[in-house]
């Protein structure tokens, strides 16, 4: 178990005159937010970064708003005691159903994937399909979005519930994914799009499948890329960005983290170190009864 330092700085080890060198946040509830990770290593070599998957409670893609509200605010007012200089809410379903209310709820900026990703579709296409859980697919986030930058957009969403436990599962290459990717795929094929957008941050793991399911000529748009060119955007603007050399990414979950490791390692390229966090005091094998 993880606790918060009450030292100057803490237990990362920036100093608190230094708010520079302060990692970023970024949250998922398992392994898609690493694609997200990923595009930070690229785009923000610099900067030092804690990650937090809620491994315990995922998947949200079938909860509630009130759900993932306690969920969010559990992980930002952990990332708060960590003193992140930014968060980047590296889960769909959680922008979709929580950024607009807890924006206001913490001294600092938090960014979410789904408007940096409906600009950048709008930019490549006309037709445009988004693949997502089935909470934000209800939550229409992605076509209003859209709409509210073109509204001469055509925009579908499919919710894709099977998804997120494939991956989490390292089920990629099974036959029956491709399976279950071609009936999720089938109905924006027939209204021909010509854009497919990631409405999920997992999905880009599946990227060889879908991308040999879909038409030469669809496009394909993952926020994830963009959510950290608005990221490196923000933190110029505040002044924030890293010019000293990165911390190693500290990892977290709430689950167990000898799985994350596991699967994290196929993803990064490296096997992770993985801490585990409970929220309030309450033991995760707990959590995971209360939830099961
Ligand atoms: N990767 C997250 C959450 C998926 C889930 O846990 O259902 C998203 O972008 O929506």
Redesign the pocket.
């Known amino acids: 178990m993880y606790s918060s330092s009450s030292i100057e700085g803490n237990l990362y080890g920036f100093s608190a005159q230094e708010p520079q060198r302060a990692p970023i946040g970024v949250f ?3 392994v ?2 690493l694609t997200v990770l990923r595009q930070i290593y690229r785009q923000l070599p610099n900067e030092s970064v804690i990650y937090f998957g809620d491994t315990a409670r ?6 509630s708003q009130a759900e993932i509200l306690t969920f969010v605010r559990d992980i930002l007012d952990w990332m708060q005691q960590q003193h992140v200089k930014m968060v980047v809410m ?7 159903l929580a950024l607009d209310i807890v924006r206001e709820e913490y001294d600092f900026p938090i960014l979410g ?1 789904i408007l940096p990703g409906a600009k950048a579709a709008v930019q490549q296409g006309k037709r445009i399909g988004v693949i ?2 089935p ?2 697919a209800k939550s229409n986030a992605y076509r209003q979005a859209i709409w509210e930058i073109d509204p001469n957009v055509e925009v579908w969403q499919v919710g894709c519930p099977e998804f ?1 436990p494939l991956i989490e599962q390292n089920r990629i290459q099974d036959p029956y994914t491709t399976e279950v990717a071609r009936a999720y795929l089938e109905p924006l094929i027939q209204q021909d799009i010509d854009t497919l957008v990631y ?5 880009p793991l599946l990227a060889p499948v879908l991308r040999s399911l879909l038409p030469p000529q669809v496009k394909i748009i993952d926020p994830a890329v963009h959510v950290v060119t608005a990221c490196t955007q923000e933190l110029d603007l505040l002044g924030l960005s890293n010019t000293h050399p990165p911390l190693p990414t500290r990892f977290a979950v709430s689950g167990c983290p000898q799985q994350f490791s596991q699967s994290g390692v196929h993803w990064l390229g490296y096997t992770p170190l993985v801490e585990a966090v409970d929220f309030a005091g309450v033991p995760v094998s707990q959590l995971q009864q209360d939830l099961a």
Not at 58 to 63: D, E, N, Q, V
Not at 90 to 96: D, L, R, V
Not at 199 to 203: F, V
């Open positions: 998922d509830s398992g898609g937010g995922l998947p949200y893609g079938i909860r590296a889960c769909n379903t959680s922008s979709a994937v997502s859980t909470a934000t997120v409405g999920c941050t997992h999905y």
